[in-house]
């Protein structure tokens, strides 16, 4: 009888430890016949077995056995590593996965890579849970997607298979009815276009408006169009921690375009920045000097700015606004080698300039892919959410922890009434949890 035991670290750059136990009499298990390019060390009883490289594999001398029927083998081999990583990771994915829970997962997946909406939806309701076990089940589907999401990439030259527009502006400025016109033009092109309208959430009773899907009728009807409003729920300044999950599920339903809309002007933009290819401000025209009411920061981000309602009477400061952004941003700095962002006029409810627009956006999409631009920008916003997504979880975790929890109200009171500083308390509180870590 002969076991393998793989211990591969999740990024797959941990060197993995192969245990074997053969009786003293037993030929080589085939199984290993499997990895022939593989090269193992002369000091094991395997000398007189033939390998075929040794190129692939850098090997370390193997230890001495601590019984005379085992040996241990350090592997370092790359090719032998992604195979195992390949084949390990589904596994520690479904392990614990009950037969239902597996079914549900089989069957969202099939559903979703099949373009079926209800699936979608399930899928990314699934996501936003925050229930422990669902937490477990949505990130085994989501690995499943992904694994669909990189092949279909391959496929495709290894080219991104969606386009991700980011979409904000200050209340008023007309975002639904921009997304209800500019939604509609694509999907009259054959494209599939997924919306995530992200909706103010009551910091007191949690509650959500959920109105934009409301004020998009025609859209919401649109057999190539899903609108999908999510509540905010404080996190990350109005973008949902689940966001960027949502957008995963969308590309791997197929939809082509994705936007994301935030809630307004604030920390929204900094977080749906990190997840976006192109990140587009819309502006009213009117509304006094509106280059101090918006920040710069938010304006550095902008890839396009457009300046919305430019009809009818509106058309004369829709003028002097993009006159005044165009002279702004040419003091801003240059953040792509290639792309200049440009500020332009639109009326979503005439449709004026919304072609135009789009023109604009797909020529920002190209020079970016050309340029290496846009991978190198979503592989740094992965790393980013990453992080994002720690700091948040890190801070939950912090604040359930038993070591705190219980102080947490009693150094609240006490900074409310001026006895303790803020700082002073937050020490009491960090050095609670270290030692009782």
């Not at 997946?109 to 990314?124: D, F, K, N, V, W």
């Not at 999510?230 to 969308?250: K, Q």
């Amino acid at each position: 009888m002969f076991f393998f035991l793989f211990k591969v670290s999740a990024n797959g750059n941990e060197l993995i430890s192969l245990l074997l136990l053969i009786p003293s009499k037993m030929k080589i298990p085939s199984l290993l016949l499997r990895f022939p390019h593989c090269y193992f060390s002369r000091r094991t009883c395997l000398t007189n077995f033939h390998f075929t490289s040794r190129a692939d594999f850098s090997c370390i001398e193997s230890l001495t056995p601590v019984h005379p029927y085992r040996a241990k083998w350090i592997c370092s081999s790359n090719r032998l590593r992604r195979e195992l990583c390949q084949q390990a990771a589904p596994d520690q994915q479904t392990e614990g996965l009950s037969d239902k829970e597996q079914r549900l997962v089989d069957r969202l997946y099939s559903g979703l890579i099949q373009g079926h909406r209800a699936c979608l939806a399930e899928a990314i309701t699934l996501v936003e849970s925050t229930q422990s076990r669902k937490k477990k089940i949505a990130q085994v589907l989501l690995q499943k997607v992904l694994s669909y999401h990189r092949e279909q990439e391959k496929l495709n030259q290894g080219k991104p298979l969606a386009f991700r527009v980011g979409l904000s502006g200050p209340p008023g400025a007309g975002k639904s009815t921009f997304i209800e016109c500019f939604g509609k033009m694509l999907t009259e092109r054959r494209y599939k276009v997924s919306v995530l309208a992200v909706d103010p959430s009551s910091s007191t009773s949690g509650g959500s408006l959920l109105g934009d899907k409301t004020r998009m009728t025609e859209l919401s009807r649109d057999m190539n169009a899903y609108i999908r409003p999510s509540p905010t729920r404080g996190t990350l300044g109005g973008v949902t921690r689940t966001t960027n999950e949502a957008i995963l599920l969308c590309e791997g339903g197929g939809y082509d375009v994705v936007l994301v809309e935030t809630v307004g002007v604030g920390q929204s933009e900094f977080a749906v920045a990190d997840m976006v290819d192109m990140f587009i401000l819309l502006l009213p025209p009117a509304g006094g000097d509106e280059l101090q009411g918006i920040k710069r920061g938010i304006i550095e981000m902008a890839d396009l700015v457009a300046i919305n309602k430019a009809d009818g009477d509106l058309i004369v400061p829709a003028r002097r606004i993009q006159a005044e952004y165009v002279s702004a941003m040419k003091l801003l700095r240059k953040r792509s080698k290639v792309w200049r962002p440009k500020v332009m006029r639109i009326s979503a409810k005439t449709g004026e300039g919304i072609s135009d627009m789009w023109d604009k956006m797909t020529e920002f999409r190209d020079l970016m892919l050309t340029s290496g631009e846009l991978i190198a920008k979503r592989r740094k916003q992965q790393k980013v959410w990453m992080w994002n997504l720690i700091q948040e979880n890190m801070l939950e975790h912090f604040r359930s922890h038993l070591a705190v929890k219980d102080k947490i109200p009693l150094l609240e009171e006490k900074v409310l009434s001026g006895v303790l500083s803020p700082g002073l308390a937050a020490d009491l509180l960090l050095k609670a949890f270290k030692d009782g870590l």
